[in-house]
């Protein structure tokens, strides 16, 4: 069948890449797709905001099955309206999606069917939601309840610094995501994700994965999407697994289906593993980026058939299987991210990396330009790679990186420390 993946990142090429070996894949096109995607497929402009034209575009091209990658297509009902014309979609439902358009949303429906997550309230009155946090104390967080691009989430350790968050997200610094702020207790540990693919009522393990959110090496500097990750966490050992889905993953797929919004896709938890086991600290309604790029190439299995059996609610007959191999993704990006970048460097060596064994190069924010790639974002590339141990993909990954000549990049030194310093005993 014809194949529509929708997205642009380096999620969206790891996708690519997975789905386009699948003896099911006829033809495969990406929209709006990047430089990565279009070694799989064909990269297609489409407006992805305006479904009547994805409609369309499935109809004239004979599409059989739409993937959607990133949260705001899914949030915004995109798989609805392409369901509703016939068109298999793989992804949550608009009401689905709300685990991840809604933090007051999951923090409720936590409330009702038991699963651990930080103690919470809501609030829309600035002046209320200070009150309680003089009185509850700090460290505390408080959280936009709606989609932020990753700036709705601030831990204070200070009341000054709950104050200014509060004050910035109730007075629209966050748009209309901020008008309510969920504000919920401090949970101390280590984190870890892990994602499951799911049918609505059946949910299977899709990997586990770690990464690192400071932009700094030893974890310092301001929040990203993500400088890098690896899988599988080791700290998520088998019977933590088993805890993960039987507290929190099981009840959230009953919850959703007993309130008739059946939860299909896949379901990225956010956890705290804290001295009285895994808490949810938020969940995704889709793959993570840059965790798909260490998750896919470590599934063996036909990617195709399994996101299939999720859409038609057989996953009961599906089991996956993956490479007892370790993937490490660095996430290169342009100079002065997470704030403003220059778009617009060549880079080259990107084919010099690629000749090593067991690396791959995925691009995240880059443009082709002639015979030339270059930047046009600010995380702007994935150089992952696959070794027996973390210990040895993240030296492949680093040495993939050596050949990278990327002046106006850079790269955190340390991805995968934690795991490197488990590894070592
Ligand atoms: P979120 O977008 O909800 O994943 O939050 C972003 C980051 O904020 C998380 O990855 C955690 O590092 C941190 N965080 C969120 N909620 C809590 C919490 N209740 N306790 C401690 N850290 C948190
Ligand atoms: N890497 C975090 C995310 O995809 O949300």
Known sequence: MNILLIGSGGREHALARSLSVSPHCSKLFIAPGNPGTAQHGTNVSLDVTDHQAVIEFCRVMAIGFVVVGPEAPLVAGLVDDLTAAGIKTF???????????????????????????????????????????????????????????????????????????????????????????????????????????????????????????????????????????????????????????????????????????????????????????????????????????????????????????????KLNTVSLTWSDKAALTVVMAAKGYPGSVEKGSEIRGLDKAEMLDDVIVFHAGTKQDGDRIVANGGRVLNVTALGKTITDAQAKAYEAVSKIDWPSGFCRRDIGWRAVERERG
């Open 91 to 313: 992804g949550p439902s608009r009401a689905a999606a709300q685990l991840e358009g809604s933090k007051a949303f999951t923090k409720d429906l936590c409330a009702e069917f038991n699963i651990p997550t930080a103690a919470y309230r809501r609030f829309t009155d600035a002046e209320a939601a200070k009150t309680y946090v003089r009185n509850y104390g700090v460290p505390i967080v408080v959280k936009a309840d709606g989609l932020a691009a990753g700036k709705g989430v601030v831990v204070a350790m200070s009341f000054e610094d709950a104050e200014n968050a509060i004050d910035m997200m109730i007075g629209g610094g966050l748009g209309a995501a901020g008008a309510e702020v969920v504000i919920e207790a401090f949970l101390d540990g280590e984190e870890a994700s892990f994602f499951a693919l799911c049918d609505g009522t059946t949910a299977i393990p899709f990997g586990t994965a770690q990464d690192h959110k400071r932009v700094f090496d030893g974890d310092e500097g301001p929040n990203t999407g993500g400088m890098g990750a690896y899988s599988p966490a080791a700290i998520l050992n088998p019977e933590l697994q088993a805890r993960v889905i039987a507290e929190i993953i099981e009840p959230t797929l009953k919850g959703m289906a007993s309130r008739g919004t059946p939860y299909k896709g896949i379901l990225y938890a956010g956890l705290m593993l804290t001295k009285d086991g895994p808490q949810l600290i938020e969940y995704n309604a889709r793959l993570g980026d840059p965790e798909t790029q260490v998750l896919l190439p470590r599934l063996n299995s036909d990617l195709v058939e399994a996101f299939l059996a999720a859409c038609d609610g």
